[in-house]
């Protein structure tokens, strides 16, 4: 690798991304994700079905899952698993992949570690939020996020700011959407890939992908017009969504294609390289 970085802590990471433990750990954190996956799915149907109502988001996944017997237990187990990913994703950020390297730019390795990285922090966040819900003490993200955008938009650092995290989040969205039509999730895979896991990634890909580039545009017009209650991440997007004409047809499709990528993540629990 191109990259300098301490013999000390090379050594230590190399050691962490080899230990077989943190790898088992960290599939179950796609088998987590992937059940996560599901519930925010199955919420989404729910509601354009008229029954229950709930945060189409992972704060309403976790809340779901922790009204259920022995979902407290499941949770503490998912803080660990999630944990397990973030920690991986670490190693990776430090060491590259470790897994059939090749030859490549340093701009794509700086990409690939960029990634590996932001990665690991979007597990680190799944992992407290997940310890919250699991003693009892979890807030939902929507209002959280609705919250902190209030106080951005007082000032115009602030809705700059904002609007920087709404265009990277639709940028996030439109990447998903590349590797599922692109199908270049099928190079994180170990073997060749059967038709239907490719389909399930294509599928699951894109539709996680529109909804998370939905919620970036929503940031982006909710700082335009001053009306951070829309600014609500994963959950706002699906239910404006609902809102449209035709709404629950469209948001009982993006429910089973979150729901898709949900069964696509018990997948990579199996064939991800690590």
């Known amino acids: 690798m191109s990259f300098n970085k301490s013999p000390s802590i090379a050594t230590d990471m190399a050691a962490l991304a080899q230990n077989g433990v943190l790898e088992w750990c960290a599939r179950g954190g796609f088998v987590v994700s992937g059940l996560v996956h599901l519930i925010i799915g199955y919420i989404a149907v729910r509601i354009a079905s008229g029954g229950r109502n709930g945060a189409a988001d992972q704060s309403g996944a976790l809340a779901e899952l922790a009204s259920k017997p022995g979902g407290t237990l499941a949770l503490w187990v998912a803080v660990g698993a999630f944990a397990a990913m973030a920690l991986w994703r670490l190693a990776e950020t430090c060491l590259g992949r470790s897994t059939e390297p090749k030859s490549q730019g340093r701009l794509m390795e700086v990409f690939d570690r960029a990634t590996a ?158």
């Open 117 to 274: 990285f932001s990665l690991a922090m979007v597990y680190f966040a799944l992992a407290f939020s997940t310890y919250g819900f699991a003693r009892g003490a979890g807030e939902s993200s929507s209002a959280q996020n609705a919250s902190v955008s209030a106080r951005l938009m007082e000032s115009n650092v602030g809705r700059v700011a904002l609007i920087a995290v709404g265009l990277i989040i639709l940028a996030v969205g439109g990447y998903h959407v590349y590797e599922g039509v692109s199908k270049s999730f099928l190079e994180e895979l170990k073997g060749v890939s059967s038709a239907l896991v490719r389909r399930l990634g294509m599928i699951g890909y894109v539709a996680k992908g529109l909804v998370i580039a939905g919620a970036g545009v929503l940031v982006v017009v909710a700082t335009i017009y001053s009306e951070p209650e829309k600014a609500t991440g994963l959950d706002g997007a699906l239910k404006t969504l609902g809102a449209q004409p035709f709404g629950a047809v469209l948001l009982i499709v993006a429910g089973l294609g979150i729901m898709t990528y949900g069964v696509f993540s018990f997948a990579m629990a199996r064939y991800t390289k690590m």
